[in-house]
Structures are given as C-alpha cells and as structure tokens.
C-alpha cells in the first residue's frame, strides 16, 4: 500500500517529465517550472496539448505542427491585454520586433505590446505564457494519455517550444559538399511545356560553365569569392537578362506593403525595390524567367497569428488562397508546380509557413537552418540585416582600424534560446579580454553596443531562438571579423561567398574553447580577414537606390544562380 501511493506520483511526475522533455523544453528549466508552478501549470499543459490535437485532426497534414512555434509569442498588432505581467519594458525594447536579444534602444520600429520579447529572460513568466491557451477544449485522448503514460511520446502532436541543440550538427565543410552536390542532385519540377525564358537561362547556364579563368574578368583577391569568374559572368548576365514579373494580386497590407525598418526589413527592401525596378520587373509575364509571391511574412504574422492559438493554420491558409488565386488567373504557376516562383521571407516562421506549399519555390529565407528545412539547389539564405533608420540604412557604416580594436571578442544580447546561457555561463565576466554580456543597460545600451562592435576585434554571433541573428550582418557592417557560433546556420548567399575567408566558424560544442580558437588565429590572418570583411561589406547593404552588388543585386543573384542551374535540358 505504501509503495503504491508513492508510486503513483512517480509515475505522474516522470511522465509530465517526459512529455515535457519531448516537446524539447531545457531540463533545469522544466524542473524549476514545475516546482514553481505545481499542478495547476500542468494542468493548462494538458489543456493545451488537447488543442494541439484537436488541430491535428482536422488538418492530418499536420503543418501546424511541425516545428511549431518558440517563445515567446510574437506581437499580435492590436493586443493589449495582459501586457503588464512582463517585465518592465515599455520602453525601446518592446521595439525590438522579434526577440533577437539587443540591448534595448529606442527604435520607432511600431507600436507593439511589451509583453512578447520582453519577458522572455523570465522563464517562470514565460513558461506561463505557452502553456496557456484560451482555446484550450476539453482534453482528449491525447492529453489522458499524457496522464496515463508516456505513451504520448508517439502522440502526433510533434511541437517544439523552445529548440534544443540540434540533434545532427553539419559542419561548414560539409556544408560545401551539400551545396556542391546539390547542382547535381536537386532535381527542380520539369516543366510542363517549355519556355523562351528556359531556354535563355539554359544559354546563361552554358556560358557560366564556360567561363575560364582567362577570360576578360579583373583578378583581384578572389579569396571571398567560391569562384570569382563565374560570379562576375552570372551576375554580369543576370544584369543583361533577367526579367521578374510581379504578382499584382494581393491585398495589402501582407502584399505589396513593404516594411522598412527592424529586423525583419529585408523582406520589405526587396520588395520595394523590385517592384520599384525598371531593369529587372517586367509587365509582361511571358517574359519573365522568374515570378516574385510579393508578400510580408512579417505582416503575415501581426496580421493573422491568433494569440497563444500557436497554430500557423490560419496563415498557411491563407497563402494558399492566394497560390489558388494565381494559380487559376494565370498558367504560369501550374506550368511548373511553382519552380521558377520565388519568395524573399525574414520571419522566424517563414520557413515552416512555406515549406508546403510553396515546396517547390525558390525560398529566400532569414532563418536560414540546413536542419530546419532549407535545401541547397532550391533555396537560399537571406541576410538579416537590422535597419535602424529606414531613411537612412547605412547611418554608422564602419568601423575602427584593425590597430585600434583592443577588445579581443564581443557579445551582448537577451538570453534567447538555450545556447546563449551556455556561452554566458563559460565567459561573461571570466577574462577581460572577452566582453560577453548579456543584455546593456537601456538608454546607452545602443551607443555602447555599437561602438564595442566597431572596437572589437570579433563579434560574436550567437544563435538566439532561431539559427539566424542581425548580428553576422551587423559585425560585417561594422567591420568586425563575424564569428557565428549556430550551428547549422547557411550564411548569406553561400553559392557565391567563400565564409570562411572572412567569418570564423566554431560550433556551439567548442564554446568553452571560445579564446584559445580565436588567440590561435595569427594576426597576420585576422588582418586579412578583417580586410574581406570590408570587401564584402557592399554585397550587404541597401541603398535609397540600389547600386551595383549591393545587397538587393546580392539577394537578386542568388535566386537567379539558383534557378540558371535547376535547368536541365529538355
Ligand atoms: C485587430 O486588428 C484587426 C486588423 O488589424 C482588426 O480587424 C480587429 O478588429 C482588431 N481587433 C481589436 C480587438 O481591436
Ligand atoms: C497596466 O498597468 C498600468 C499601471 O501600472 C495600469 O494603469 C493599467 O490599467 C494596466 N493595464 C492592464 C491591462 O492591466
Ligand atoms: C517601469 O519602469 C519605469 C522607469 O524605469 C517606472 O517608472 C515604472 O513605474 C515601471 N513600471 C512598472 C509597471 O514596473
Ligand atoms: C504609438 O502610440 C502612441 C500612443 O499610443 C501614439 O501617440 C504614437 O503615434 C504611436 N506611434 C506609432 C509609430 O504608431
Ligand atoms: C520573473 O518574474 C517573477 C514573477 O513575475 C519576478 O518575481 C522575478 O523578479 C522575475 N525575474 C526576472 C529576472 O525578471
Ligand atoms: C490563461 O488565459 C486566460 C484567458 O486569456 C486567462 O484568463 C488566464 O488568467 C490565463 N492563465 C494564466 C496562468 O496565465
Ligand atoms: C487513462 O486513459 C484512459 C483512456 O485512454 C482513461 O479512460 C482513463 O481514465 C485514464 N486514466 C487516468 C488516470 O487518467
Ligand atoms: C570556376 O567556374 C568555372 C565554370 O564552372 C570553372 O571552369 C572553373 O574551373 C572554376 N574555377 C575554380 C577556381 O573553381
Ligand atoms: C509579351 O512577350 C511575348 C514574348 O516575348 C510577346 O510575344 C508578346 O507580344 C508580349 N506581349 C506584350 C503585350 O507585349
Ligand atoms: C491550375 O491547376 C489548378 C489545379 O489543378 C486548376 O484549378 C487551375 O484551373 C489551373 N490553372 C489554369 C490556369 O489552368
Ligand atoms: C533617420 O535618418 C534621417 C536622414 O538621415 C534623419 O533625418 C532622421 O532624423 C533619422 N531618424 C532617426 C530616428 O534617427
């Protein structure tokens, strides 16, 4: 009898455990949750996951599910209530956009309310704020089960809160090998009749290959380049040739309404200057070699995410309205499934949004993960670049002379994710070489964070929620040496750039090893890399109006490569 009662809440306890585990909370985090919170906490866990199911069963194909959404929930526009339980942070921070962990600062990004990023360094706060769900049903099978057994363990509610490390890490090396393999082995939708556009990138493929070293291109040092010959050829002929045609349908503000600041601004400046383009938007759509979806996936979610209904349901729905709408207006769509369509998405969730629907699309994503869906051959890694002012996106340009960073690595930000407690807890005060700080103080945070970025020699670059951070474009806009600790993150335009010519690589298990890898790099080396950081720099930045290899150029390449060598002749 006495061993029975104890048993039983054991038995309940290891299974909350392990349920809570699946769904890749941290550990300590889950331990400490569920002291402070008892049983009322797992109670709305239940609830919850009851709605998770019933979601699944109306939508077996489960995209909802699939990796769904992080912590915290992102800013609905027009919500207010609840918004004083967080932390104090109705000042810039709440500006922020997504958590991307900056000090805060004073941004008039939009009015939003402060609740999302802001609590997220509270983790007794935040759990709070998943686990509840106003729509919660009543519970279940699934959410007895959770009870009963771990059985739920093969339960199809598949969710991931808050990502864990990766289970497989691809290093930058292999890396290579993927996307070189990738031209060979990334087999696009063939289209169902062919195409005077097909025909004129199958030329461009052809005199891309044929290009040699000794043809008519200036040598400088092509180090940063994978392979600078036929980076100039292809973007020389994407200059003469390439024509996009542009959805007009779509209703705004998702289509067609560019956002122009914050951290999601990319999206926004493609779609403004593509649609603003004489060269390469044509009216015309049999001329076009490619056609741009013009919407915000940004927008997309302030719009329509249903807060706490942590389903993507609705938005995913709503895209493939509109594919139904293009798809039935034009032939162009159904002429190849979608392949020579493209996208240019910043959000978090773009790439689980898409990945569906859009299966066949080119994909220019910011959350740019090898693990987390994107696929060499057919997508590609869009740079997040964090524009501060957008009239004025190259406000503070530059950076220190090498001999004047004195500070060997440099870091700050919120503690998103769980890898940057990790580098926190090895580094954060340690040595005073390595300034490795959490969040700056408000109101100075900016010009600090700023000028440690312009002094140092190293801008750390960790991974916060999602693989991908402002920070790798924000260190190349300060001329600061990028090193990204994320594993699985694709830098930017990967196809052209050679990474690691100017970017130091190290993957989230060397964390502790952080100064010995970076005092190990001679200085003769970190000159030269520091120089290629300046070089590259123009392939990063937005222009009022876009020049030549800029970032819009840059972004515009990769699509184009992308698409020149999915085409196979017929
Ligand atoms: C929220 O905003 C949407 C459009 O942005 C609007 O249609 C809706 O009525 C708003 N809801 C509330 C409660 O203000
Ligand atoms: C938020 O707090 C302020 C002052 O602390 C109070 O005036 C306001 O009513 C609160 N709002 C809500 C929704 O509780
Ligand atoms: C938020 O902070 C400001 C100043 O830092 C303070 O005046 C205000 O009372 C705080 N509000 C809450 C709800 O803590
Ligand atoms: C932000 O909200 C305040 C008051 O709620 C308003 O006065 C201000 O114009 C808003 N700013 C923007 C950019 O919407
Ligand atoms: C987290 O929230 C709790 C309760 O709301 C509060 O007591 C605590 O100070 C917060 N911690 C931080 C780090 O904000
Ligand atoms: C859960 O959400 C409901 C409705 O939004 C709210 O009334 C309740 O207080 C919330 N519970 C917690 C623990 O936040
Ligand atoms: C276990 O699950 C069954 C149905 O699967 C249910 O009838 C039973 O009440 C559950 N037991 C507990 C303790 O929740
Ligand atoms: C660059 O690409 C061209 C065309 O594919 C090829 O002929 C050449 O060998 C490549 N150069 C290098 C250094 O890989
Ligand atoms: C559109 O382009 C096609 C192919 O280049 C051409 O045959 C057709 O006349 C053009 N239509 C218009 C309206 O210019
Ligand atoms: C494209 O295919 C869809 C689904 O098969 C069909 O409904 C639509 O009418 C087609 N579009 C055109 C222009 O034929
Ligand atoms: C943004 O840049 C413009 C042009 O340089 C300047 O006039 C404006 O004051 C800036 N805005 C902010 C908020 O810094």
């Not at 004083?84 to 810039?92: D, E, L, T």
């Not at 383009?277 to 056609?291: G, M, Y």
Request: proline residues 6%.
């Amino acid at each position: 009898m006495e061993t029975r009662k104890l048993l039983w809440p054991m038995a309940l306890v290891f299974s909350v455990i392990l349920l809570l585990q699946y769904i890749e909370l941290p550990y300590g985090y889950v331990l400490s949750s569920l002291l402070s919170f008892g049983k009322s906490q797992v109670t709305s866990a239940g609830g919850f996951l009851a709605g998770a199911a019933a979601a699944s069963n109306i939508n077996p194909t489960t995209e909802v599910l699939h990796n769904a959404t992080k912590l915290p929930d992102p800013p609905n526009r027009n919500r207010t209530d609840e918004s004083n339980k967080s932390s104090n942070a109705s000042s810039g921070a709440a500006n922020y956009g997504r958590a991307a962990g900056y000090p805060p600062q004073d941004i008039p990004v939009k009015n939003r309310s402060s609740k999302d990023e802001t609590s997220a360094g509270n983790k007794s706060v935040s759990l709070s704020m998943f686990v509840n769900n106003s729509n919660a049903g009543p519970r279940t099978d699934l959410a007895d089960s959770v009870y009963n057994s771990s059985s739920a363990v093969k339960s199809p509610a598949k969710r991931k809160w808050i990502k864990g490390p990766p289970a497989v890490v691809v290093p930058i090396s292999a890396m290579n090998d993927m996307l070189r393999q990738s031209r060979a082995s990334y087999l696009a939708v063939k289209p169902r009749w062919p195409s005077r556009a097909d025909g004129e990138l199958l030329n461009a493929q052809k005199l891309i290959e044929s290009v040699r070293i000794v043809d008519k291109i200036p040598r400088v040092d092509d180090d940063v380049y994978r392979n600078y010959s036929a980076f100039v050829r292809s973007y020389e002929l994407m200059e003469q040739s390439l024509k996009i045609y542009v959805y007009d349908e779509g209703k705004r503000p998702i289509f067609h309404q560019p956002e122009m600041s914050g951290i999601y601004a990319s999206e926004g400046w493609f779609m403004k200057q593509i649609e603003e383009s004489e060269r390469f938007r044509t009216k015309n759509a049999s001329d076009a070699h490619l056609f741009y979806l013009p919407f915000s996936s940004r927008v997309l979610q302030e719009t329509l995410y249903v807060k706490y209904s942590h389903s993507r349901k609705n938005m995913v729905a709503f895209l493939s309205d509109y594919l139904r709408t293009i798809a039935a207006a034009y032939p162009f769509w159904n002429r190849t499934s979608g392949a020579d369509h493209f996208l240019v998405a910043c959000h978090d969730w773009a790439p689980s949004e898409t990945k569906r629907i859009m299966r066949n699309c080119i994909r220019a994503l910011c959350n740019a993960d090898i693990r987390g869906g994107l696929q060499f051959g057919k997508d590609v890694s869009l740079p997040e670049i964090f524009v501060r002012n957008a009239s004025d996106p190259l406000k503070d340009v530059g950076g220190k002379p090498p001999s004047q960073r004195r500070t060997l690595a440099f870091f700050a930000g919120n503690m998103h994710g769980y890898f940057r407690p990790i580098l926190l807890d090895y580094w954060q005060d340690k040595d005073p070489e390595m300034k490795i700080f959490g969040k700056l103080r408000p109101g100075k945070g900016r010009k600090t964070y700023i000028q440690y970025m312009k002094s140092s020699k190293y801008c750390i670059s960790a991974k916060g929620y999602e693989a991908y951070t402002p920070r790798v474009m924000e260190a190349i806009f300060y001329e600061c040496v990028p090193v990204i600790i994320s594993d699985n993150y694709v830098p930017p335009f990967f196809e052209t750039l050679n990474w690691e010519s100017f970017a130091v690589f190290v993957l989230e298990k060397d964390t502790p090893n952080l100064k010995r890898i970076l005092e190990s790099i001679p200085e003769k080396t970190y000159l030269k890399m520091q120089e290629r950081v300046r070089r590259v720099q123009k392939h990063f930045l937005w222009h009022m109006k876009p020049v030549k290899f800029d970032v819009f150029h840059m972004i515009l390449h990769s699509i184009w490569y992308t698409r020149v060598f999915q085409i196979r002749p017929s």
